[in-house]
């Protein structure tokens, strides 16, 4: 179904999004992955609606040094890394500098790591369907660490799936996995926020409690 744009929030994005992915449900061997913190809500709807478990990618995008409103890649965990390399020598970033960066945000991904799993073990993602889902592409980079953390983490299969995105974007992604999900590319596309009525951040109770839904779910006589 094409969705009606602007999406009125990231559950809705999310249950237009579960209908593109309706031959994944009930399945033993799919695993969807929120990439936090705004794709949360969405993968929420989508394992809901398809019955099966969900976790989280925590991703940190990478600021550039004195304008971190610019984009210069972004980190996962198990130390995946993607930076642009083309724009940090382009604005001549130095290598202290973007190290720093890095550093500041990979101690902030941990702490969240940390809280989020609150002692659960490690994904393992091996011979799982990993479904990557975030509520919208941009520059893609966040994306793309998540998808350099599912193929470390040994995903059988790579499903990337978002309800919104810039063109440039999804043509960047598209051959880094093996399925590719958008459910819509507008142009002009400035930003993800701009495609939903509300937008407002996502806090750490919020995902903390959409980890906790899923795992009763999953527990529940229904996917026993």
């Given at each position: 179904?094409k969705?009606?744009?602007?999406?009125?929030?990231?559950?809705?994005?999310g249950?237009?999004?579960?209908?593109?992915?309706?031959q994944?449900?009930?399945r033993s061997?799919v695993?969807?992955l929120?990439?936090?913190?705004?794709?949360?809500?969405v993968a929420?709807?989508?394992?809901?609606?398809?019955?099966?478990p969900?976790?989280?990618?925590?991703?940190?995008k990478?600021?550039?040094p004195?304008?971190?409103?610019?984009?210069?890649?972004a980190?996962?965990?198990d130390?995946?890394?993607v930076l642009?390399?083309a724009l940090i020598r382009?604005f001549g970033?130095a290598?202290?500098?973007?190290?720093?960066?890095?550093?500041e945000?990979r101690?902030?991904?941990?702490?969240?790591?940390?809280r989020y799993?609150?002692?659960?073990?490690?994904?393992d993602?091996k011979?799982?369907t990993?479904?990557?889902v975030?509520d919208?592409?941009?520059?893609?980079?966040?994306?793309?660490a998540?998808v350099?953390f599912?193929?470390?983490?040994?995903a059988?299969?790579?499903?990337?799936?978002?309800p919104?995105?810039?063109?440039?974007?999804?043509?960047?992604?598209?051959?880094k996995?093996?399925?590719c999900?958008?459910?819509?590319?507008p142009?002009?596309?400035?930003?993800?926020?701009?495609?939903?009525?509300?937008?407002?951040?996502?806090?750490d109770a919020?995902?903390?409690?959409?980890?906790?839904?899923s795992?009763?779910?999953?527990?529940s006589?229904?996917?026993?």
């Open positions: 179904m969705p009606d744009l602007p999406y009125r929030s990231r559950a809705d994005a249950r237009y999004l579960a209908q593109e992915l309706a994944y449900k009930y061997d695993f969807v929120g990439i936090t913190r705004g794709g949360v809500p929420a709807e989508v394992a809901r609606a398809l019955q099966v969900m976790d989280v990618v925590v991703v940190r990478l600021g550039a004195f304008q971190p409103d610019l984009g210069m890649g980190i996962a965990p130390d995946v890394e642009d390399q382009g970033l290598k202290p500098n973007v190290d720093a960066v890095i550093a945000e101690a902030e991904l941990e702490r969240r790591e940390r799993r609150a002692g659960r073990p490690p994904l993602l011979n799982y990993a479904i990557l975030d919208g592409l941009a520059a893609g980079s966040t994306m793309l998540a350099e599912a193929r470390k983490h040994f059988k299969r790579i499903v990337m799936a978002v919104i995105g810039s063109h440039e974007a999804v043509e960047k992604l598209r051959d996995v093996d399925v999900i958008c459910l819509a590319r142009e002009p596309f400035f930003a993800v926020g701009e495609w939903y009525w509300n937008f407002l951040p996502v806090s919020e995902v903390i409690r959409a980890l906790e839904d795992s009763k779910a999953v527990e006589p229904m996917h026993a």
